[in-house]
């Protein structure tokens, strides 16, 4: 019996000392946790940040605590990580610990987790790796893509001419022309310029780039219970989603009735294909609904971004009537007016790749980049980071460093140009990410952006409805991305 008493009381100082460790080691790892401002209970740090300028909130609390910090956005923690060296370090020195994709209530809700934006682990590994092999075989990368690139510039030029130098906004006809290189990659075919279906699907992208600066959208990722139970334009916005998902649902279905398995058309095709040789493995992550989610997402990133960055170039550009005599000068030297401006032009055209890049580093479309996660618990510098948990990599943080970019807020070709007016890179330069999770359109997205606003240029010069002096060029700012302003504009032919 003293026997079995001194085993249970070894026992029991055993499991004692094991508890005092497991509490000694989370107390531990807590206090090298990021620190942060003071969280209050259910709303977290909002009362202390600004919803309608997280980029600046979140500026000024990387001055109290450091380039490493934690917020907390209601319920959820958020690790941001503020300023180029961590940023880098993070993303691309422990590109692995960082691949994860961060799962805001608002992305959830909008994309499932099941597309290659949203989704992670295997799934997102697969997806990746099969869209990115996928969209190489139907010319991205490559110059078929580049000839198809220069055919819809064409479209839009005459669009632009169809005008006859009225003001108006261009927006809808830069989202239509960009779209459309995207869509015959993924959909097999572009669309007329006069398809009523497109045109709408084209309002309802418009009309969700306006509802994503609401303040209901703005706290769906704080409070998504209630708000889903509350009116708003963030209703609109998830509906809006749904009907874009529902376009290529059709789609989908208009495929898998004219297939051809042995000559595949486009992305769908393949992707049927896929499905087909995947059948029977009952963890197969090529089905229906991935592949509605990830032509949703080929189509959603292969249009916003670019289109929504032309409309900002053109507006800043108007500004600036004596930036575009440049460009058109040096258009005139190396291209002349004649053929269309192709991507071996641009080596020789140092003043115009500088105003491209600088419209994109001016404009920060993406200011908190889009959220990632540690996918294991992570060690990063002196701190312990829980698996799972949300990080905002700061792209402003980066594109408006001023020691990089003198003068951030200014736009300013100059932050691209050496003194010998050669072109000037610098690694700041990450409006597209860094790391694992990099856009995989990067690529397609620099040819569009240069050709389509070099093609404009050689053909029209810009006149805004206001004096150029007036225009405020200055994004409207939003946790999501960043937005132009309202403008009209008149088209003048050169």
Same mark, same amino acid.
């Given at each position: ?140 990368? /490559? ?20 005008? %006859? ?28 310029? @006069? ?10 992208? &418009?009309?969700?780039? /306006? ?7 703005q706290l769906y990722n704080v409070f998504p219970t209630v708000m889903d139970y509350l009116p708003g334009p963030h209703q609109k916005l998830i509906k809006n989603i749904e009907k874009v998902d529902q376009f290529t649902l059709e789609i989908i279905a208009e495929h898998q009735e004219t297939l051809d398995p042995t000559c595949p058309r486009d992305f769908i095709d393949a992707f049927l294909n896929k499905m087909e040789q995947e059948k029977g493995k009952s963890h197969s992550k090529f089905t229906t609904e991935t592949l509605s989610r990830t032509t949703l997402d080929l189509f959603l990133a292969g249009t916003g971004t670019t289109s929504i960055t032309l409309r900002h170039g053109i507006l800043i550009l108007q500004k600036?009537? @004596?930036?575009?005599? /440049? ?33 994109? =580093? ?14 294991? &618990? ?30 951030? @807020?200014?736009?300013?070709?100059? %932050? ?51 004096? %150029? /002096? ?14 132009? =302003?309202?403008? @009209? ?6």
């Amino acid at each position: 019996m003293e026997f079995l008493g001194m085993t249970t009381i070894f026992l029991l100082v055993c499991i004692s000392c094991l508890l005092l460790f497991a509490t000694w080691r989370s107390i531990a790892q807590k206090e090298k946790q990021p620190p942060g401002p003071i969280v209050l209970p259910i709303v977290g740090n909002i009362l202390q940040l600004n919803l309608w300028n997280l980029p600046e909130s979140l500026k000024e609390l990387s001055k109290k605590y450091g380039s490493v910090f934690t917020i907390n956005l209601g319920l959820q923690k958020v690790v941001v990580l503020y300023g180029y060296d961590t940023v880098k370090e993070a993303l691309i020195d422990q590109a692995d610990d960082f691949s994860g994709r961060g799962q805001l209530p608002l992305f959830k809700k909008l994309f499932r987790g099941t597309g290659i934006v949203t989704s992670n682990g295997e799934i997102w590994k697969e997806l990746r790796r099969f869209a990115l092999t996928t969209l190489r075989d139907f010319g991205m990368g /490559k110059k078929s893509i580049e000839q198809r690139i220069q055919e819809e510039a064409h479209f839009l030029v005459e669009r632009l001419r169809n005008t %006859h130098e009225q003001p108006f906004n261009p927006g809808n006809f830069l989202v239509h022309a960009v779209s459309n290189i995207i869509c015959s990659i993924v959909f097999g075919d572009r669309f007329d310029y @006069e398809d009523k279906k497109f045109l709408t699907l084209i309002e309802l992208l &418009d009309e969700n780039n /306006k509802l994503q600066n609401s303040i209901q959208t703005q706290l769906y990722n704080v409070f998504p219970t209630v708000m889903d139970y509350l009116p708003g334009p963030h209703q609109k916005l998830i509906k809006n989603i749904e009907k874009v998902d529902q376009f290529t649902l059709e789609i989908i279905a208009e495929h898998q009735e004219t297939l051809d398995p042995t000559c595949p058309r486009d992305f769908i095709d393949a992707f049927l294909n896929k499905m087909e040789q995947e059948k029977g493995k009952s963890h197969s992550k090529f089905t229906t609904e991935t592949l509605s989610r990830t032509t949703l997402d080929l189509f959603l990133a292969g249009t916003g971004t670019t289109s929504i960055t032309l409309r900002h170039g053109i507006l800043i550009l108007q500004k600036y009537p @004596e930036i575009v005599e /440049k460009i058109q000068k040096e258009i005139d030297c190396v291209i002349g007016r004649g053929r269309s401006p192709c991507m071996a032009d641009r080596s020789q055209m140092p003043y115009t790749d500088a105003v491209v890049h600088e419209i994109q =580093r001016f404009i920060d479309f993406l200011p908190l980049n889009v959220p990632r996660s540690v996918i294991k &618990d992570t060690k990063f510098r002196d701190y312990f980071i829980p698996k799972d948990t949300v990080i905002f990599p700061v792209l402003n943080s980066i594109l408006h460093d001023s020691k990089e970019f003198p003068n951030p @807020e200014k736009f300013d070709p100059g %932050h691209f140009l050496n003194a010998n007016g050669t072109f000037k890179k610098s690694d700041y330069f990450m409006p597209f990410s860094a790391g694992k999770r990099i856009c995989a359109g990067e690529g397609l997205a620099r040819m569009e952006l240069f050709i389509f606003l070099i093609s404009i240029l050689q053909n029209f010069t810009l006149k805004s409805a206001v004096d %150029h /002096k007036d225009i405020d060029i200055s994004p409207i700012v939003s946790t999501l991305a960043n937005m132009p =302003r309202p403008y @009209e504009v008149s088209f003048l032919p050169r």
